[in-house]
């Protein structure tokens, strides 16, 4: 399979945002992209849109920051925004208190969305109108927390922008991208690509960034930049962590009955390998759970748990054919109704949403499902059947690789060699989550709206009226002749 490569036609600036330009060798040295654990995906995704206008001009610098306190970059003067930085704009749906949280989401005044969850933030943040610096903070979290739950919850946006705007101009310079970067760069590229396309605002202000010619101060303002959407980013993926964690034992409730009997929605200890239950749903396919030995091994860790391996809880009605991998794949309704928590809010699973607030698809500005946002259900519902206290950007010694599973799940969506396959899922999924979007794409389906109805009954009223009119000969033509001149004689 040879993977093809389309991104934007827009030329970079030759400088990359790194603090050295990219080179020309085959597999470009890392510097600043530290890539996630080996996967198999390899294909660079479709080009986005061209957007209108360059960069703009930037005020003046300002030291490098990681907090509020210390003031992040002023925006750009003709850049136009269209999110609002008031805190009702940043509501979302919690859990309760988790202590091991890395991040807390008051950093972006998130609100929660649902009255059976208890919120963890205490107050709303206020910002003074006057206050650009402050305003623009909130502008840069946001994008962070959008992009973690709709692109990637964990890789860094410095990896992932200095990666794809790398990938981005070796391409424009007309180099072979597939043998000059690695697997991983081209998977961050991707992520670039879908970031960028999502939140076009962000690619403005990023583009005007990279155009200040003191490379002293764009390294400097870039940095800021990463930064703050950091915040974010670990901000949604710890929150929403929390919010699959309590739901997920309802949930299996639902799925399994009594046989959830023993765990605890505010507890993980009994979880993972120790449970009949959670440990059947972790079990990679086609592993032997008869085997006394290798169970024992498993739960004592001796065996350690590989983020290659695709577990049961993945498969519809949760049973891999041994012979036909495919089928009900990423299809279980552990995790459509996970998603739905996630997504919709922690009641809409049940079909009884008592959320009043928007969900987080339509915060996110999520119109459809996607591959990645699958991945990023998949990877939080192995963490919350698991009994691992943490879910870590990066993987510690002996502790699963929760990075490199999502990126196990991305690999079937971005690769060529799964494409009919990838499309068949995402089109199941959007009947799951988005009916009435998915009958809308489909030209085929009947008029469902009164209006539709009248539109439809009109346009073939139109169609036959038109029909029904013989054809006139025009004026002075004999219908008799061919040549409009000798009838005129």
């Known amino acids: 399979m040879s993977p093809s490569l389309h991104i934007l036609s827009r030329k970079r600036p030759a400088t990359s945002p790194t603090t050295s330009p990219p080179d020309n060798s085959p597999h470009a040295p890392a510097g600043s992209l ?3 654990p080996p996967s198999p995906w390899s294909t660079p995704l479709a080009p986005r849109a061209p957007t209108a206008g360059g960069g703009a001009p930037l005020p003046p610098p300002l030291p490098p920051s990681t907090t509020m306190s210390a003031g992040p970059l002023p925006p750009p003067r003709q850049a136009s925004f269209s999110f609002s930085a008031t805190s009702q704009d940043f509501s979302d749906s919690s859990s309760s208190k988790r202590p091991n949280d890395n991040a807390s989401s008051d950093d972006l005044g998130i609100l929660a969305g649902d009255e059976e969850i208890k919120s963890t933030y205490r107050k709303k943040i206020r910002i003074a109108e006057d206050d650009a610096q402050a305003q623009l903070a909130m502008i840069i979290r946001r994008w962070g927390w959008i992009g973690g739950r709709v692109v990637d919850a964990f890789t860094s946006p410095k990896v992932i922008f200095t990666s794809g705007i790398k990938v981005e101009n070796a391409h424009e310079d007309g180099q072979d991208v597939i043998a000059n970067f690695t697997p991983e760069q081209i998977g961050h590229s991707n992520s670039y690509q879908l970031l960028v396309s999502h939140l076009v605002d962000c690619d403005t202000y990023v583009t005007g960034l990279r155009e200040i010619e003191d490379h002293a101060r764009q390294q400097c303002e870039l940095h800021t930049f990463y930064d703050i959407m950091a915040t974010g980013q670990d901000s949604s993926r710890n929150d929403d962590t929390g919010v699959v964690k309590e739901e997920i034992v309802d949930i299996m409730r639902s799925e399994f009955g009594q046989e959830v009997e023993g765990l605890s929605k505010k507890s993980k200890s009994g979880r993972g390998f120790t449970h009949l239950l959670t440990r ?4 990679p396919t086609g592993v032997d759970m008869t085997d006394e030995e290798l169970m024992k091994s498993m739960e004592s860790g001796k065996i350690p ?8 809880f993945l498969y519809g009605e949760y049973f891999c054919d041994p012979d036909e991998g495919l089928n009900g794949y990423l299809q279980s309704a552990l995790l459509v109704k996970s998603y739905m928590a996630l997504y919709l809010g922690p009641s809409a699973w049940t079909g009884e949403c008592k959320s009043k607030r928007s969900g987080k698809a339509s ?3 999520l119109q459809q499902v996607t ?3 699958i991945a990023y259900v998949a990877t939080l519902v192995h963490f919350a059947l698991s009994d691992d206290e943490n879910l870590d950007k990066e993987v510690s010694p002996g502790k699963f690789d929760y990075r490199a599973f999502f990126w196990t799940i991305v ?3 971005e690769d060529d060699g799964f494409e009919d396959e990838a499309a068949e899922t995402l089109e199941w999924w959007n009947k799951k989550i988005f009916p009435t979007k998915a009958a809308t794409k489909q030209g ?3 008029p469902t709206t009164r209006m539709d109805q009248l539109k439809a009954q009109r346009l073939a009223k139109s169609a036959a009226q038109a029909a029904a009119v013989p054809a006139q000969a025009a004026p002075g033509v004999n219908a008799g002749t061919e040549d409009p001149e000798q009838a005129t004689e």
């Open 34 to 36: 530290s890539a996630p």
């Open 280 to 283: 059947r749903l972790l079990m």
């Open 305 to 312: 748990r590989n983020p290659h391996d695709l577990p049961i």
């Open 363 to 365: 915060l996110c500005n």
């Open 371 to 373: 591959g990645r946002t």
């Open 411 to 413: 690999a079937f969506f």
């Open 444 to 446: 085929t389906n009947p």
